[in-house]
């Protein structure tokens, strides 16, 4: 069985937001849609107060809470781990953005290109995939990221991964213990990130000391 998730490399990371350009780019996402985004948070007491950047993303848990509460089985979990949402199903009840304890979902009233304004991408981008473009009557959905399915389907990593100049982000097989992923969580005491949430998330953080 294969279970497909990422490892994020907190010591890495410079939160240099490329994760979310990439994403941006790779997905067309309209303004004010963060499939991938960094935030900044703050730990410890004065005088060691330390500041990490921490990118977050849909966590494709093996628990998902968002499928539970979805009414119309537009969110589904496929059988390698990865959790979908089909946008012919989704008629934007928003029941899994509130049932998700990570706020990854985002919902868009009307999907427009972020670079063009274009409710359609270019011939250029329609040649190349798919993607989330939705048809007039599909507007009004919620979408999130699956580990860009696409590009895994050609064989390739998740853009955020590719396109991290820190080489922060590794994907694989959490099921395999040989795989790079599953090495790093077991060498450098990989985490989940709210465990106490009992989702079974497949993104796991490397402490940044």
């Known amino acids: 069985m294969v279970r497909l998730g990422m490892v994020i490399d907190l010591k890495r990371c410079a939160s240099c937001h490329t994760c979310t350009a990439a994403c941006k780019a790779e997905h067309h996402t309209p303004p004010g849609v963060f499939w991938a985004k960094v935030i900044r948070v703050e730990s410890g007491k004065y005088p060691t107060v330390i500041r990490q950047g921490l990118p977050l993303l849909c966590m494709n848990c093996a628990e998902p809470e968002c499928e539970k509460v979805c009414p119309t089985g537009a969110t589904e979990k496929r059988p ?3 959790v979908t949402v089909d946008s012919s199903k989704c008629v934007g009840c928003r029941y899994c953005s509130v049932a998700c304890p990570y ?10 290109d972020y670079f063009t304004g274009d409710r359609r991408p270019s011939s250029a981008f329609a040649a190349h995939s798919r993607k989330m473009w939705l048809e007039e009557s599909d507007r009004g959905v919620v979408s999130k990221c699956n580990f860009c399915a696409d590009r895994i389907a050609e064989g390739q990593n998740p853009a955020c991964v590719d396109a991290c100049p820190c080489e922060a982000r590794v994907f694989g097989d959490l099921e395999d213990p040989e795989s790079e992923v599953s090495q790093l969580i077991k060498k450098r005491r990989g985490r989940q990130l709210h465990p106490e949430y009992d989702t079974d998330a497949s993104v796991y953080y490397l402490p940044a000391r």
């Not at 706020?103 to 427009?112: H, T």
């Open 80 to 82: 390698d781990g990865i």
């Open 103 to 112: 706020g990854a979902r985002c919902f868009a009233e009307d999907w427009k």
